[in-house]
Nanobody, 123 residues
Framework: QVQLVESGGGLEQAGGSLRLSCAASGRTFSRTFVGWFRQAPGKEREFVAAIRWSGGTTYYADSVKGRFTISRDNAKNTVYLQMNSLKPEDTAVYYC????????????????WGQGTQVTVSS
């Protein structure tokens, strides 16, 4: 059974940084899209960033472009989301998702999802 486990969430002040990790067990990320989504209270889940494992092509939502960076570590079978210049509006539960197929990585058509990790940014 494929499992995705997120970590690295926490509380930060505006302007600070956090690094989220998404580790997979049961299957490698090879030939996979891995994405990060977030959901704030009272709001719909939204796309944040994604990476195509093969080749490392990245995708970002306009709201985080230039501040967040998604990357991968083949040896650790892990995807990271480096979040810099955090803003209060970044506060949300962040979810890691993976798909072993061909999809639009900015959409929600991923087959596997993690449990989420809370990110809170204070003013």
């Amino acid at each position: 059974q494929v499992q995705l486990v997120e970590s690295g969430g926490g509380l930060e002040q505006a302007g600070g940084s956090l690094r989220l990790s998404c580790a997979a067990s049961g299957r490698t990320f090879s030939r996979t899209f891995v994405g990060w989504f977030r959901q704030a209270p009272g709001k719909e889940r939204e796309f944040v960033a994604a990476i195509r494992w093969s080749g490392g092509t990245t995708y970002y939502a306009d709201s985080v472009k230039g501040r967040f960076t998604i990357s991968r570590d083949n040896a650790k079978n892990t995807v990271y989301l480096q979040m810099n210049s955090l803003k209060p509006e970044d506060t949300a539960v962040y979810y890691c998702a993976a798909e072993w197929g061909s999809i639009d990585p900015t959409r929600h058509k991923y087959s596997y999802w993690g449990q989420g990790t809370q990110v809170t940014v204070s003013s």
